[in-house]
């Protein structure tokens, strides 16, 4: 399995708190940034799978409603995150 959890484990110490803190928005978005790469590398190979683009378009919104409820709490952790996961270009 490409996510186990070893890697989420590995995530959560990056870009988390610690290895635990798998609820703070910075983790998450971590997360997701992780599993929508891992998607798009799917449809790349596999053009006619609608299914993992269905899901892949419900990972990047959820995704973007946690980038937009971080940037209205703190600013700077939201540029932190962008910048540590090269988001924005």
Do not use: P
């Amino acid at each position: 399995m490409y996510l186990d959890s070893e890697k989420k484990k590995e995530i959560f110490g990056t870009y988390g708190t610690s290895n635990t803190d798998t609820g703070s928005a910075e983790s998450q978005i971590a997360l997701f940034s992780y599993r929508i790469a891992h998607l798009t590398e799917h449809l790349k190979a596999n053009r006619k799978d609608y299914s993992t683009q269905r899901a892949l378009t419900m990972l990047v919104g959820k995704r973007r409603s946690l980038l937009n409820y971080l940037k209205e709490r703190d600013i700077n952790r939201y540029r932190a995150i962008v910048a540590k996961l090269g988001l924005r270009r």
